[in-house]
């Protein structure tokens, strides 16, 4: 089973796995894995303390030692997923094949990513070297308790990789079209203005938090962070959610509520960028209270993207354009452990009602990352 691409993506697929992901799916995947010889650690994180919604998260990390002085390639990803939302014209976690489609939830985010990597190393010989896969229940969640607590785990074993694939789904038109090697960073901010309620005829009684909020906005929605870079687009801040929360006509507001995000290159850190923002909303009056999701980071072109330019070329004629395009991922973390870039399949139909992966793509993926691994094991 486990060499066969499709035939592991339909299996995953039928897991139901919405974030965060526990149980079934990780059954399926270590008996995949432990059938190839992979020695397989599962653990759960993040119990939730007692009158929180919080619920704990699963991962996996698998290994299979090759001969010393090898080196170490990782596979990473998550089996978590979306909730499929209505409207499916098939059941979201009941694969089914309709034309040249797979149809499932997690068909390309990225079940069948997975299920690729794995039918990838079935036909890798053992002594080529060491390859594990890092795979989190909570990507599409929080991401509290998912890839950084296998960064922990990995490194309280001693199992660092030397470099590391994340099968997102980052093809645009074609399978190929494009790898990650950055992302940018990204912060959110929620942004508040104390006042005082009163009668909108009587204001000399009150104090309206509004003008201050609106300031504090006008003048976040004014800066220019930066041009970009040579890798990256420039930063952006927009304005995501402004609320005062009045149902009357005739009530001026006691409080006023605002929120930002961020996504920033690789010029400005969370850090700095909090500071800035906080100091604007002080100067008007308010406060600011920001949530660091991750910090940009790149990657640069050499070695490791040239192996995937190459493996890439081979199966499909396509030189791959490296991009730090889009929205965050887990290769934000694991970038602390080793070089790490993102290649997957066409990302069109991610989140989407009737997500479908191209059936011929399953088995060129497949190719593709043997390629990648097998060069990366004889660096």
């Known amino acids: 089973m486990s060499a066969d691409a499709l035939a592991n993506a339909r299996h995953l697929i039928a897991c139901e796995s919405v974030t965060p992901a526990r149980g079934p799916v990780f059954d399926m995947l270590e008996e995949m894995l432990a059938g190839l010889g992979f020695e397989v650690d599962r653990f759960s994180r993040g119990e939730g303390a007692e009158g929180t919604e919080e619920e704990p998260v699963e991962n996996l990390f698998a290994i299979r030692r090759g001969p010393a002085g090898k080196p170490h390639f990782a596979f990473a990803g998550h089996v978590d997923v979306v909730p499929p939302g209505e409207g499916w014209a098939s059941e979201p976690f009941g694969p089914e094949i309709r034309g040249d489609l797979l149809y ?131 930063s952006n801040l927009e304005i995501t959610e402004f609320d005062v929360r009045n149902r009357a006509h005739n009530v001026i507001p006691g409080k006023a509520k605002a929120r930002i995000s961020i996504r920033f290159n690789d010029l400005h850190s969370g850090a700095s960028l909090s500071e800035k923002v906080i100091a604007i909303a002080e100067r008007h009056g308010g406060k600011a209270s920001p949530v660091i999701s991750g910090e940009p980071f790149l990657t640069p072109p050499g070695a490791f993207s040239e192996m995937i330019a190459n493996a890439v070329k081979a199966e499909t004629g396509i030189d791959p354009e490296c991009s730090t395009t889009g929205g965050t991922s887990d290769a934000r973390f694991l970038k602390d452990l080793c070089p790490v870039i993102e290649f997957g399949l066409v990302n069109a139909t991610m989140h989407k009602t009737d997500e479908a992966v191209a059936v011929d793509d399953l088995a060129t993926l497949t190719a593709i990352y043997r390629r990648i691994a097998m060069a990366a094991l004889s660096s």
């Open 104 to 234: 499932g939830r997690g068909a390309v985010d990225m079940k069948g990513a997975i299920a690729c990597m794995v039918a990838a190393v079935a036909e890798i010989p053992a002594d080529a070297g060491t390859l594990s896969f890092i795979i989190t229940g909570d990507e599409e969640g929080p991401a509290l308790h998912g890839t950084r607590a296998l960064i922990d785990r990995m490194r309280e074993r001693g199992d660092i990789p030397d470099m590391c694939l994340v099968g997102e789904p980052t093809s645009v038109n074609r399978l190929g079209d494009m790898m990650k090697i950055g992302r940018r960073g990204s912060v959110n901010i929620w942004l508040e203005v104390e006042g005082t309620q009163g009668h909108v005829a009587y204001p000399h009684l009150a104090d309206n938090p509004m003008p201050r909020m609106v300031a504090i906005l006008a003048e976040l929605d004014a800066l220019e962070l930066d041009e970009g870079t040579e890798w990256f687009q420039p």
